[in-house]
């Protein structure tokens, strides 16, 4: 890997900036951002803005209607989108849905969708979890059983986020019962709409609803939805889950909680003398900053692998997991704990309506206390740590 300074990233990077100074309105700028996306009425003014210049679809090809971008491009925006405040994309369709649907999916399918992502109409949820099949996705239970020109769904799914937001659910199925249970799986788009479908809200440990229960009763679902053939849903996830080893740290929450750490270190006190005085509280800085710099280094090496499309690119992108949620875990505490007295009071973000008084350290512990605990599910969701740990072991003995 070639680390010597890329003047072709830093000018990109200035494009950025300057887009993001002229066309981020400013009741936009800093809004509050949900545990996984903006609120819908944000994100999809966002969306537009960032379509009509041409970046809809930051992580797709030219080709499928994307900025065509390399993987650190990618990084760079985000970045930059995070340090600005700007409203958060969809992720689900950006990052999972869209690439399936430019890989697998007729003209028609994507006809119908791809337009309507580019511009935010359509929003996403993901429909993979069960009870007791999450780490063992492949022993999902929910059926669909084909009925003419439909499939006939029935089961049950958890921990969808923003189902009651959404508007459609791309969603995984067991098709056939009698082969082996990864083969028996396939891949359906459904309209939230479709009678049948039940959302029931899940309130997490942050205080935020974002996470869904979501029942199919004998839910309608046309076969014209069913991305691929029958059967090839668990070989579709492995391409969606494989994408974007690079973005598994999670670099740019880690280095925005190094800006609120280094600004509470500054502003708050012990005594007479800044936080930042004391010793300890210095030593543990410096070292998630040493980390976080780390963690930096090898986002940059597995992009590297991901433009050369290495194989080590998934065993990399698997410990970029593991190392950043942990890193999330710990550095979310160090917040908490820098706010002294005010770290154990739960700040009002999730309900908050305008009309609530200041609290004090509000500007800087807005939402804190809620993000350290939502990252308590960081080291479960996209793949618990044991399972990362499993992969890397398999993947680097092979390699």
Request: charged share 25%; glycine share 8%.
């Amino acid at each position: 890997m070639d680390f010597q300074p890329d003047t072709g990233l830093d000018t990109f990077r200035e494009e950025v900036r300057a887009f993001l100074r002229e066309h981020l309105p400013r009741d936009l700028a800093g809004k509050p951002v949900g545990s996984v996306r903006s609120m819908r009425p944000d994100l999809v003014r966002w969306q537009k803005i960032l379509n009509a210049r041409g970046w809809g679809a930051p992580h797709w090809a030219q080709k499928d209607g994307g900025t065509g971008w390399t993987v650190l491009q990618r990084l760079v925006f985000d970045e930059e989108c995070v340090a600005a405040g700007a409203p958060t994309q969809d992720g689900f369709a950006q990052k999972l849905l869209g690439p399936v649907l430019n890989e697998f999916a007729s003209p028609e399918q994507k006809a119908e969708h791809v337009p309507l992502i580019l511009d935010g109409e359509r929003l996403w949820c993901q429909g993979f979890s069960e009870p007791g099949s999450g780490s063992d996705l492949a022993s999902l239970r929910t059926r669909a059983v084909r009925d003419g020109d439909h499939y006939v769904v029935n089961g049950q799914k958890i921990w969808t986020s923003y189902a009651h937001e959404s508007d459609w659910i791309f969603l995984l199925v067991r098709t056939d019962t009698e082969v082996k249970k990864q083969a028996g799986i396939s891949f359906l788009l459904v309209d939230m709409k479709t009678p049948g479908i039940t959302v029931r809200p899940i309130r997490s440990i942050d205080d935020c609803h974002h996470l869904n229960e979501t029942f199919f009763d004998n839910v309608r679902v046309p076969v014209a939805n069913r991305i691929g053939a029958e059967g090839d849903g668990w070989n579709i996830t492995k391409f969606l889950l494989n994408n974007e080893h690079a973005s598994a740290a999670d670099l740019p929450i880690l280095r925005r909680y190094l800006i609120q750490l280094r600004t509470l270190a500054a502003t708050q006190r012990v005594g007479a003398a800044p936080l930042i005085a004391q010793p300890e509280f210095a030593l543990r800085l410096a070292r998630l900053e040493a980390e976080v710099t780390a963690v930096a280094t090898m986002v940059k090496r597995v992009a590297a692998m991901e433009q050369d499309h290495s194989p080590a690119a998934h065993a990399m992108g698997s410990i970029l997991k593991v190392r950043g949620t942990e890193l999330q875990q710990r550095m979310s505490e160090l917040l908490v704990e820098a706010l002294g007295d005010y770290g154990a009071l739960a700040y009002p973000e999730p309900h908050d309506d305008g009309t609530a008084a200041a609290m004090p350290l509000q500007d800087v512990g807005r939402g804190i206390a809620n993000e350290m605990f939502f990252r308590r599910a960081s080291t479960i969701y996209g793949g618990t740590s044991e399972v990362q740990r499993g992969i890397i072991a398999r993947m680097l003995f092979q390699l």
